[in-house]
């Protein structure tokens, strides 16, 4: 069964880089490692995805080893307003379906 | 273009009763995904709907349900309610067929199991 591990919460200070490790084993080798962002009583919004080395847009850059065996998120000089919880999303193939696995989340703090 | 819509946006039910949960898709997405989000099990995945069909599914018992409309619409059905049902539930829709999860999330419905 795949199993995702993600730090529960970490601190920053504004225009810091942040970095979350997700730990994730037993995926699907053909599918992409996802990261989301979510604020309170909203629903979760998409950041970066990639499927192996790394990826970078406008927000963040994702780093996936060649074993997949887990990823970085790295958000650049963070704000207050990237306070929010940010959730690693992977898929495992079970019984012939797609089972979409998201992290515990880690609670980011960003201080001033 | 509207962002995923769901109704209603909370709900409070009696245990032993059923719910239907609605979510409308941004316009042109054909996939339709929905989570459970509680504090004690975080965001876990219920099924997806493509094109009408269920395409994946996660590990949910049977007295969750769902289908999609050919508009893409969707909803989810529970019944038999449990107290430990109580939970955000959250759609999402996507413009991709495979192989991505790049995702839109509504603002979830709120159940309360009483």
């Known amino acids: 069964l795949a199993k995702t591990t993600q730090p529960i919460s970490m601190d920053s200070y504004e225009g810091q880089e942040v970095n979350i490790t997700c730990s994730h084993n037993?995926?699907?080798?053909?599918?992409?490692i996802t990261w989301y962002q979510q604020f309170p009583s909203q629903g979760p919004r998409f950041i970066i995805q990639?499927?192996?080395t790394k990826v970078t847009n406008e927000v963040a850059s994702l780093f996936i080893p060649a074993d997949r065996k887990s990823s970085t998120l790295s958000l650049p000089r963070v704000s207050l307003s990237d306070t929010a919880v940010y959730y690693c999303?992977?898929?495992?193939?079970?019984?012939?379906?797609?089972?979409?696995?998201f992290g515990a989340g880690t609670r980011l703090a960003v201080h001033p | 273009k509207a962002g995923v819509t769901q109704t209603p946006r909370y709900l409070i039910k009696t245990r032993g009763q059923q719910v239907t949960l609605s979510c409308s898709p941004i316009?042109?997405?054909?996939?339709v995904s929905w989570y459970q989000q509680t504090p004690g099990q975080g965001l876990q995945f219920l099924f997806e709907y493509f094109s009408e069909t269920q395409r994946n599914k996660g590990n949910f018992p049977g007295r969750f349900s769902g289908r999609q409309f050919s508009n893409s619409r969707s909803e989810m059905n529970v019944s038999t309610l449990e107290l430990g049902d109580s939970a955000l539930y959250l759609c999402?829709?996507?413009?991709?067929?495979?192989?991505?999860?790049?995702?839109?999330f509504g603002p979830g419905t709120r159940l309360t199991v009483t």
């Open positions: 316009s042109g997405h054909r996939s």
């Open positions: 037993n995926i699907a080798t053909n599918d992409y």
């Open positions: 990639g499927y192996k």
């Open positions: 999402a829709s996507s413009p991709y067929s495979t192989g991505t999860y790049e995702q839109y």
């Open positions: 999303l992977v898929v495992e193939i079970s019984g012939g379906y797609n089972k979409l696995i």
